[in-house]
C-alpha cells in the first residue's frame, strides 16, 4: 500500500457517513457501475439491527447526515424503517436513488425538512440514455421524477457522468437546468467496480482526494470503506467492532494515509464533509466539463471535480 506523503496525519471527524443498504437495482449499468449493482444481487449480509447499530453509532460520533445508497436503496426491505430511524436519532438524511421508480409513501419520506435526494443521469437523448443503464424507458422514468422533485420543492442533486465521445453530456445538464435542478455536476467515469474492465485493484488515483476527510461508508456486508468508491480500501467491519473502533484503528489510519490528497487544497462551498463531497457537488456546479476544456477531471489536479456516482 502506497504512503502519500501529503496525506493528513490524523484524519479528520466524521461529519457524512454512506450507508450502502443493497446492492439490488432495476438498471444493469454494465460499463460502469460502482458498486456491480444489479436485478439479480442481495442486501448483503448487515440485518435491519445491524444497519440500526450503525447508525446509533454514528450519531454518537457526531455524524451529522448519512446518505442511503446502493443499489437502489429503495429496494431495500427496510429502507423506510432505517430512514425515519435516522431521522429519529437527529441525523440529516440523503438519498441517493436512480429515481426509476418512487412508491408514493417514498415521495411523503422525501419531503421530511431533513430529506434530500441525489441522482444520476446521463443523457437528454432517451435511446443513449437507456442503452447506459441497459433498462428501456430508464430515461423518461428518471426524468419524470426529477421533475416530480423538483415539483415537490425537494433538494434535489443530479450528477451527471460522461463515460464517451459523443455523449450528450452538455445537452444533459442543460436540460437539468431547465427542469430547475439547482445542483448538478459532471464528471468522467471512474474505473471502479464495471468501470475497472480488466483492472482487479483499482487505482487510488480514480479517486476524489476526499475520501476519509470526515466521510466514510459502510457497505452491505459491513465493511467499512473511505467512500463507497474507495470501495477496495477496506478498513475494518461493522460485524466485528464498533465504528468508533474502526476509526481509531490502525486499519483505518492506513488507508487513510494511502488516498493522494488533492494538491492546491480545496474550492469554497465544494469541500464540506457534512455533504457528500463525491457526489454531487454540495455547493456548485463543476468547472470541469471533459468537452469543452479538455481536462481529464483528474482528482490531484482539479480541485472542482467530484466524482460522480457511477
Known amino acids: 500500500m502506497t504512503i502519500a506523503p501529503e496525506a493528513p496525519a490524523t484524519p479528520a471527524p466524521l461529519t457524512f457517513l454512506e450507508l450502502e443498504i443493497t446492492s439490488r437495482c432495476q438498471l444493469t449499468c454494465g460499463s460502469h457501475c460502482y458498486a456491480q449493482a444489479g436485478p439479480t444481487k442481495g442486501h448483503g449480509t448487515m440485518t435491519a439491527e445491524d444497519w440500526r447499530r450503525v447508525i446509533d453509532e454514528a450519531a454518537a460520533l457526531g455524524v451529522e ?14 429502507f423506510a424503517e432505517l430512514v425515519e430511524y435516522a431521522l429519529n436519532s437527529g441525523l440529516g438524511v440523503q438519498v441517493y436513488s ?31 440514455h437507456d442503452e447506459i443503464t441497459g433498462r428501456n424507458g430508464s430515461h423518461d422514468s428518471t426524468r419524470a421524477n426529477i421533475a416530480e422533485a423538483v415539483r415537490r420543492g425537494i433538494p434535489l442533486k443530479v450528477g451527471i457522468i460522461h463515460m464517451r465521445d459523443g455523449q450528450r ?17 459532471v464528471d468522467r467515469v471512474r474505473a471502479v467496480g ?19 476527510d470526515g466521510k466514510a461508508a459502510v457497505l452491505p456486508d459491513g465493511t467499512v470503506t473511505p467512500c463507497v468508491l474507495g470501495r477496495f480500501l477496506p478498513a475494518g467491519s461493522v460485524k466485528t467492532a464498533g465504528l ?15 488516498i493522494p490528497r488533492r494538491r492546491g487544497g480545496c474550492v469554497p462551498d465544494t469541500c464540506t464533509p457534512k455533504e457528500d463531497s463525491c457526489q454531487p457537488s454540495p455547493g456548485v456546479v463543476t468547472a470541469c466539463n ?21
Open 65 to 78: 447526515t448519512v446518505q442511503f445508497i446502493g443499489g437502489e436503496p429503495t429496494m431495500h426491505p427496510d
Open 98 to 128: 436512480n429515481l426509476y421508480r418512487v412508491r408514493r409513501e417514498h415521495w411523503e419520506l422525501f419531503a421530511h425538512p431533513q430529506v434530500s435526494l441525489g441522482t444520476s443521469y446521463y443523457s437528454d437523448d432517451p435511446v443513449e
Open 169 to 185: 453530456t452538455e445537452e444533459a445538464r442543460a436540460e437539468m437546468e431547465a427542469l430547475g435542478v439547482e445542483q448538478v455536476h
Open 194 to 212: 464495471n468501470a475497472a474492465k480488466t483492472t482487479l485493484i483499482p487505482s487510488t488515483s480514480e479517486l476524489c482526494g476526499q475520501c476519509a
Open 244 to 258: 468508533k473502533e474502526v476509526f481509531a484503528g490502525q486499519q483505518w489510519a492506513q488507508v487513510v494515509a494511502s
Open 290 to 310: 471533459p468537452d469543452k476544456d479538455g481536462s481529464d477531471c483528474s482528482p490531484a489536479e482539479t480541485p472542482a471535480c467530484r466524482p460522480a456516482y457511477n
